[in-house]
């Protein structure tokens, strides 16, 4: 499977090397042609003004924008989750989005840098072992829409959620060296989205 | 479940979401909107930035809180605010605001000669200037959770920078080569603690994002000090003592993010006006440089 990581700003780093341990071999994009060549794209952590801002500038945006409209499978953590999510709520004036999870996001919903703290969650992947979770200025899913399912929660908030090609976190899993996430990604959303294609 | 705020990963984690990115110097609300904007990744609040505080001289302190507050409702990227080397009170204060980083600054004046802050008893991560791989050892060991080339502030002379970064990299490609039983004396001769020591030789890199900072003026100075293998850039003065801070801060922010392109660097240069007027480092007397405060 060809993955992509956007990397026009973030922890791109992180993913790749979390995508290496699963026995993927991923791209950086950030020109057009590149994300052509890709069948399944990361969305990084990062400042969700700041990468799409960029989006703009080099023409990424649109083409990001059409390919997960068109079935692109996509995973997205904290500033990907945001890109991800059809509304946001605490949103930079005019701050504009991929969209394509029908789901209702509030940015820095925990608080600002002194409330971003870690935790142990359960994550729906059948798995009983508590996942340790990072959450920096992140957001939570505030409200979700038909075929949203529900993979994590915190303090009753969503804060892990899937549609049959997206998925989406407001925590960082690339940077405890727990690859759960991005093999339920790989596995269990991608190569699913993939194999109905063909 | 119980939420463990102020770790480590928390702390240094919030740094490696900065990556790429841009960091801009601001003094007012809507200095901070522009550079949201045009895409830095978080701002640096304070009341005159490096080339003024130079120029005006005096005592250069913490900002007032209510400046702070103005830039924290103006925008939605994160909000960072300096505070005096070893004024351990200023950063109480500016936790106490809810600052997402504080940056315990050789631009303001130092409080303490001879002490840093203890980093450790802080929830907010502090950032710290180096200009060498021993001093931001002795800042990591102090807490630090990321670390930034001190350069010559306030001067738009990118040569110190350039040299904090060759030095930093240079001696943790040196450790890299040495045999186990001599990191001993490496530490010794880096003044650092041998754990940190070890774990740059095993790594091969510094365990927290080292970004640059310090008389980056241009897009083409930003790309120069990311293919140095700086993770991202702090902008001071560079930005607002130009003649189109908007423009001029896009421009940086896609030099930024393309450093190993040149056409796009090109593009993003073009049409910017007047940078700001600069000084050099060299013609600087030793009492008026900055990035020998600090140790």
């Not at chain 1, 979390?18 to 952590?45: N, S």
């Not at chain 2, 005006?56 to 103005?70: C, F, H, L, T, Y």
């Not at chain 2, 021993?134 to 738009?156: C, D, F, H, P, Y």
Request: glycine share 10%.
């Amino acid at each position: 499977m060809r993955v992509g990581v956007l990397a026009l700003q973030g922890d791109v780093r992180e993913h790749v090397s979390a995508l290496i341990a699963c026995g993927v071999y991923p791209t950086a994009i950030r020109r057009p042609q590149e994300l052509d060549a890709v069948e399944a794209l990361i969305i990084p952590g990062g400042e969700s003004t700041t990468i799409a801002h960029l989006a703009k500038s080099f023409e990424l945006f649109n083409p990001i924008k059409m390919r997960i409209a068109s079935g692109m499978p996509v995973y997205g953590s904290c500033a990907g989750m945001i890109l991800l999510a059809d509304n946001i709520l605490d949103a930079m004036d005019g701050q504009e989005v991929f969209g394509g999870l029908d789901i209702t996001v509030r940015r820095n919903a925990f608080g600002r840098q002194v409330d971003s703290f870690e935790s142990d969650i359960a994550f729906a992947d059948g798995s009983d072992v508590a996942l340790r979770a990072v959450f920096i200025r992140a957001p939570w899913v505030e409200k979700v829409g038909t075929g949203i399912e529900v993979l994590a929660q915190i303090d009753s908030h969503p804060v892990a959620v899937r549609s049959s090609t997206i998925l989406a976190t407001s925590f960082h899993p690339e940077l405890t060296g727990d690859h759960r996430i991005h093999r339920y990604f790989i596995e269990e959303v991608a190569r699913g989205a993939l194999k109905q294609v063909q | 479940m119980a939420h463990e705020t102020g770790t480590g990963r928390v702390k240094r984690g919030m740094a490696e979401m900065l990556k790429g990115g841009v960091i801009m110097d601001v003094v007012n609300a809507e200095q901070a909107k522009i550079a949201e904007d045009a895409g830095a990744v978080a701002v640096m609040a304070l009341e005159r930035v490096p080339a003024d505080i130079r120029a005006q001289g005096g005592v250069a302190r913490m900002s007032d809180p209510d400046m702070i507050e103005k830039i924290k409702a103006a925008v939605t990227i994160p909000v960072m605010a300096k505070a005096r080397i070893g004024h351990f009170v200023e950063a109480q204060v500016l936790q106490s605001l809810g600052v997402d980083y504080i940056d315990e600054s050789e631009v303001l004046t130092p409080a303490d000669y001879k002490n840093h802050i203890d980093k450790w008893g802080f929830t907010v991560p502090f950032v710290c200037g180096a200009t060498n791989l021993g001093e931001a050892l002795r800042r990591i060991n102090e807490g630090a959770a990321m670390i930034r080339s001190k350069g010559e502030a306030g001067t738009g002379d990118v040569s110190n920078a350039m040299q904090h970064m060759r030095e930093i990299n240079g001696e943790i490609r040196r450790l890299s080569s040495l045999r186990e039983d001599e990191l001993y004396v490496a530490a010794k001769e880096l003044q650092a603690p041998y754990e940190l020591v070890k774990e740059v030789a095993e790594k091969g890199k510094l365990p927290v994002v080292l970004f640059t900072a310090g008389g980056i003026a241009t897009p083409a100075d930003a790309a120069l000090m990311m293919s140095m293998g700086a993770d991202g850039v702090f902008i001071g003065s560079g930005i607002f003592k130009s003649g189109n801070p908007a423009q001029r801060a896009a421009a940086c922010v896609r030099a930024t993010t393309f450093w190993d392109d040149p056409k796009v660097i090109a593009d993003a240069s073009r049409g910017l006006g007047e940078a700001m007027v600069g000084i050099n480092v060299a013609d600087l007397p030793a009492p008026h440089r900055l990035a020998e405060r600090g140790w």
